[in-house]
């Protein structure tokens, strides 16, 4: 059987790097538009609602345009902007979220693709919470560095254009768009403090996660942590738990061109402090590499078809 994809905004950041994945693939017929009639309401309405699976790669409100266009009722969506992340009706892809988000994900007809910043929070942050670790209330920080194609083609435009800098810290109104995300899906009583920066890199991102062991209810070892995340990512290739043992530093570029992530818990356990680090590509498990996966999962392939792990 194929599987008919349209990629609304197939000319963008994300749509661009989607295309590259699906491309050729045995089993995917993609539906294109002419590149003069990609904005044409009445072209990608036909598109939309010929497709079995169509990815929205659009700036927020082009996203919701593209769903009210949409009266195919086999018609299903994956929304890689963040639209619809909390919004009722719709399934969180994040397939490793919890045991059983792949199978939510494979029966639903609306997908709402994760944010970049909460893909790396959330795989850090949930586990540890279900399994009470941590406590639903315990006040999080997450922080870290995204590259500037996370800010899709203006910011490279900025970046590349003569107006780089080195490392730019943002959302310092404590408001970013993620935080409901990152509360809702990470079954916390309120949001982390987040405390994004965009680096002078391309793409590649680390997000990280300080904590006070000593201070939780039960002082977990930085084993009992470790140990944690090893077991919820056990049967998933994409997310992994690396050693830490003779690592120096962290890069992030890390898994900058991949579709995997990589989880890693530092620490001192002389004076139990934790410090929990999440690599990835924004473009990659961040955006692109998650909506694949959740397509692959929606139409039952394999679901690290076309990815990079
Ligand atoms: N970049 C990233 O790392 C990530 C991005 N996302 C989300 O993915 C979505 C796409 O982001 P990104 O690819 O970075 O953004 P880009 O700005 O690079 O691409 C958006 C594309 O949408 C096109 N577009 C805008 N309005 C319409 C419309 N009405 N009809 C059809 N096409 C339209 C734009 O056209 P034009 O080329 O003319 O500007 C552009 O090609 C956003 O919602 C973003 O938040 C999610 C996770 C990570
Ligand atoms: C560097 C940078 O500006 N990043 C964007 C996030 C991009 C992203 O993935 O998030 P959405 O899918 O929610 O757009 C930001 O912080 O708003």
Redesign the pocket.
Same mark, same amino acid.
């Given at each position: 059987m194929t599987v008919s994809i349209f990629v609304? #905004?197939a %000319?963008?950041?994300?749509?661009l790097e989607i295309r590259d994945r699906i491309a050729g693939r045995d089993g995917i017929a993609v539906i294109a538009i002419d590149e003069a009639r990609?904005?044409d309401a009445a072209a990608?309405s036909e598109a939309l609602n010929d497709a079995d699976i169509v990815i929205l790669?659009?700036?927020?409100d082009?996203?919701r345009?593209a769903v009210a266009l949409i009266r195919n009722p086999a018609t299903r969506v994956v929304d890689?902007?963040?639209a619809h992340r909390v919004a009722d009706g719709w399934t969180y892809g994040l397939p490793e979220l919890e045991p059983d988000q792949a199978a939510r994900i494979a029966g639903a007809r609306f997908v709402s693709?994760p944010?970049?910043w909460p893909s790396g929070f959330l795989a850090l942050v949930r586990p540890l919470v279900r399994a009470g670790l941590v406590p639903a209330d315990w006040p999080l920080v997450y922080s870290g560095a995204?590259g500037y194609?996370?800010? #899709?083609? %203006?910011m490279?435009a900025e970046f590349e254009g003569g107006n780089a800098t080195g490392f730019r810290a943002y959302g310092l109104g404590l408001s970013h768009k993620h935080l409901a995300e990152m509360r809702m899906h990470g079954g916390l009583a309120q949001p982390p403090i987040f405390l994004p920066a965009v680096a002078n890199v391309y793409r590649g991102m680390l997000g990280e996660i300080g904590l006070a062991l000593h201070a939780l209810p039960g002082q977990p070892s930085l084993a009992a942590v470790e140990d944690v995340l090893r077991e919820a990512y056990r049967d998933t290739p994409v997310v992994r738990v690396a050693a830490t043992d003779d690592i120096a530093a962290v890069r992030i570029e890390e898994d900058a061109a991949s579709d995997r992530m990589t989880l890693r818990v530092f620490g001192n356990p002389d004076n139990g402090q934790a410090r929990l680090i999440a690599t990835y590509d924004?473009?990659g498990k961040?955006?692109a590499g998650a909506a694949v996966q959740n397509l692959n999962i929606m139409a039952g392939l394999d679901p690290v078809a076309g990815l990079t792990l």
């Open positions: 609304d #905004g %000319a963008g950041t994300t749509g990609r904005k990608r790669c659009l700036p927020d082009a996203a345009e890689a902007s963040s693709n944010g970049c995204s194609s996370g800010g #899709g083609k %203006a490279i924004n473009l961040g955006a």
